[in-house]
């Protein structure tokens, strides 16, 4: 009986843990994005040390081996994107080690929401664009501004799945 209970008061410690950890991670993968148009590969490490930590203790390992799997055909399928020009490499790996950290579970459901949160920060972008609504530049900052006007903030809509995705773990654990 105390096992049992113990086992689930340890489920929703890690469910907070990764919750906590996974927001800042992703707001911060956000706002760089959406400023820079970069996605540093320490975000990426950070999300695949906060995943390796959750599959770990999660105690699993099948559930593990079918996160692992369906991760790595999301990464060759947006690999694939990447290599027609359709998606950053930026994006790629973080799509991958978010997948990891999701779950294979709750892939499809991120994978959804990603979507209609690109469609509409794609819209919102066009829409800039379009009404010329920019902020005023120093010169050394309109080359930058150029390019992004070229390009969609993808890790945005990412994290914007991706915090919704672990949100609605954390609400119904299990």
């Known amino acids: 009986?105390?096992?049992?209970?113990?086992?689930?008061?340890?489920g929703l410690d890690l469910q907070a843990f990764v919750l906590f950890f996974g927001v800042c991670l992703f707001t911060a993968v956000a706002y760089r994005d959406i400023r820079t148009r970069r996605i540093p590969n320490e975000f990426i490490v950070a999300?695949?040390?906060?995943?390796?930590?959750?599959?770990a203790l999660a105690g699993d390992p099948i559930a593990g081996l079918y996160t692992l799997a369906?991760?790595?055909?999301?990464?060759v399928a947006t690999f694939?994107?990447?290599w027609r020009g359709l998606l950053g490499g930026?994006?790629?790996?973080?799509?991958?080690?978010?997948?990891?950290l999701v779950g294979y579970h709750n892939l499809f459901e991120f994978l959804f929401v990603m979507s209609v949160s690109g469609a509409l920060i794609a819209v919102a972008v066009l829409a800039r664009n379009r009404f010329g609504?920019?902020?005023?530049?120093?010169?050394?900052?309109e080359d930058q501004?150029?390019?992004?006007?070229l390009t969609v903030p993808y890790g945005a809509a990412i994290a914007v799945a991706a915090i919704a995705s672990?949100?609605?773990?954390y609400l119904r654990p299990g």
């Not at 009986?1 to 340890?10: A, C, S």
């Not at 999300?47 to 599959?55: D, E, F, G, S």
């Not at 672990?166 to 773990?169: A, Y």
């Open 166 to 169: 672990l949100l609605l773990q």
């Open 70 to 75: 369906a991760s790595s055909v999301l990464f």
């Open 90 to 100: 930026g994006d790629v790996k973080l799509i991958g080690a978010t997948g990891l």
């Open 133 to 141: 609504l920019r902020r005023a530049t120093t010169p050394a900052l």
């Open 80 to 82: 694939l994107l990447f």
């Open 1 to 10: 009986m105390q096992t049992g209970r113990l086992r689930r008061h340890w």
């Open 47 to 55: 999300i695949l040390a906060l995943a390796a930590l959750r599959l």
């Open 145 to 149: 501004e150029k390019h992004a006007l």
